[in-house]
């Protein structure tokens, strides 16, 4: 089952302009990621915000958490058509650590 | 320094059939987790291999099984394949002391697997 769900599904936006990307889940978390998948191959991790944290950065993204709504933002500002992606927001549900659970995705289209 | 590298990339098989995918972890890494992922879906995991045991296992049948090599090197199994179980089939890695807190994993680039 997902855990997350991203929203929206899809995205498409400018060369220059700012994209935001929403996740909601269900159980309480120790952490929650999100990661990129280009072209349906490989998944890679952009950034980890952990649940005592409400904000974090890490060069153009730009990440919120809050728990008491169980919702996380991705923002990515000043987007090139190499951002251009799938982005998908994975949280280890508590008492299963060892695993990820993911939501189902944003497709995040960047025109050049 | 290698990332984690899956084979083959690309697999097609008929139902009914059984198949083996390979997965080398990041150096330095010794945990590897499987995880399924069906077109449009996110990931699924599947399992999760530490000192060659499943360590955990999520929502799949066992159809599906895995091993792990001293190497830390792991392999999917799919036995008596169905038509949905074609998807992208990803391999993970971490190390042993991220694991447990649900820490970033690595990523293979996926073995695409079809099934007629």
């Known amino acids: 089952s997902q855990q997350g769900e991203e929203d929206p599904q899809a995205l498409s936006i400018q060369e220059g302009e700012n994209a935001t990307m929403n996740c909601s889940y269900k159980?309480?978390?120790?952490?929650l990621q999100w990661y990129r998948q280009n072209s349906g191959r490989g998944l890679v991790h952009l950034i980890l915000?952990?649940?005592?944290?409400r904000e974090k950065h890490s060069g153009r993204l730009r990440v919120t958490l809050d728990t008491s709504k169980k919702s996380s933002s991705l923002l990515i500002t000043a987007s090139r058509a190499a951002d251009t992606a799938s982005y998908f927001c994975?949280?280890?549900?508590?008492?299963?650590?060892?695993?990820?659970?993911f939501g189902s995705g944003t497709q995040l289209t960047v025109l050049p | 320094d290698a990332g984690v590298t899956q084979s083959p990339t690309h697999l097609i098989k008929t139902r009914g059939q059984q198949v083996t995918l390979r997965c080398s972890p990041k150096?330095?890494?010794?945990?590897v987790s499987w995880y399924q992922q069906a077109l449009g879906q996110g990931p699924q995991f599947i399992f999760q291999?530490?000192?060659?045991?499943?360590?955990q296992r999520g929502n799949f049948p066992d159809r599906f099984s895995g091993h792990q090599f001293p190497n830390y090197s792991s392999e999917l199994n799919v036995n008596a394949l169905l038509l949905g179980d074609s998807a992208l089939y990803l391999c993970?890695?971490?190390?042993?002391?991220?694991?447990?807190?649900?820490?970033?994993?690595?990523f293979g680039s996926g073995t695409q697997l079809s099934v007629l």
């Open positions: 993970a890695s971490s190390s042993t002391g991220t694991s447990s807190l649900g820490e970033k994993l690595f």
């Open positions: 159980t309480s978390i120790n952490n």
């Open positions: 915000i952990r649940s005592n944290e």
């Open positions: 994975a949280t280890p549900p508590t008492g299963s650590a060892r695993q990820l659970t």
């Open positions: 150096s330095g890494h010794d945990t």
């Open positions: 291999y530490y000192e060659e045991e499943e360590r």
